[in-house]
């Protein structure tokens, strides 16, 4: 069964913390985006990876494709990174995306 | 240049009438997705066009559904008739190209969703 599972489902930091976010996914998938929405809106695509690791500002995502892992990582969190945090498995070539459940990220001054 | 753009952002009918949603993709993209995301679920996908071309319907729940795209450009999603279980908030996205795994990617654009509400 394709899979994508997150953990953690919910996370309440204080600003300025360090947040990682993790993404596990099954057999079949080869590549992972890495996306987000805020209360109200839209979804905001962060990152597409299917090998190492990206970076924009603050922003880090990883990917091991050995381990079928991913990571997207926050440093030095704000409030405004509060949001809830999506990762996507491309499965095959087509570009359909199986959706982990995400991670709600509450980040409190 | 414009995003993904979604019509209507809300929709509220009643059980056996018909909803239609529209989706505008990014000016060039031939790939365009829709997704669903239910109360409480994960989003799923629904279909998959390539230009006017249905490329991949696996995930319509049944044929209530019916999506086109016409001349390649928007898409209109249908519902007929409705029904309760069909509520949800309703994601389009495009991209440009398929995704590569073996150099440079092609990311989704997505749109910002229409809440359908099924009474």
């Known amino acids: 069964k394709n899979e994508v599972e997150q953990s953690p489902q919910n996370l309440t930091a204080q600003e300025g913390e360090f947040i990682t976010i993790n993404c596990s996914y099954s057999?079949?998938?080869?590549?992972l985006h890495w996306l987000q929405q805020h209360p109200g809106g839209g979804i905001v695509s962060l990152f597409m990876?299917?090998?190492g690791k990206k970076k924009h500002g603050r922003l880090i995502a990883t990917i091991n494709i050995q381990e079928k892992h991913s990571s997207l990582h926050i440093t030095a969190s704000h409030p405004r990174d509060s949001a809830v945090y999506i990762c996507?498995?491309?499965?095959?070539?087509?570009?359909?995306?199986?959706f982990g459940k995400g991670t709600k990220l509450s980040v409190k001054p | 240049e414009a995003g993904v753009t979604q019509f209507p952002s809300h929709s509220v009918i009643e059980k056996g009438q018909t909803v239609t949603l529209r989706c505008d993709p990014i000016s060039g993209h031939d790939n365009l997705y829709w997704y669903r995301r239910v109360m409480g679920k994960e989003i799923k996908f629904l279909l998959h066009f390539v230009k006017e071309s249905k490329q991949d319907e696996s995930g319509m729940p049944n044929n209530r559904f019916l999506a086109e795209r016409t001349g390649g450009t928007y898409s209109t999603l249908k519902v007929q008739p409705a029904e309760l279980e069909d509520s949800g908030v309703y994601f389009c996205a495009s991209s440009q190209f398929l995704p590569s795994f073996s150099g440079s990617s092609n990311e989704q654009f997505f749109g910002p969703g229409t809440r359908l509400t099924v009474l």
């Open positions: 057999v079949g998938i080869s590549a």
């Open positions: 996507a498995g491309y499965l095959g070539s087509q570009g359909n995306l199986i």
């Open positions: 990876l299917s090998s």
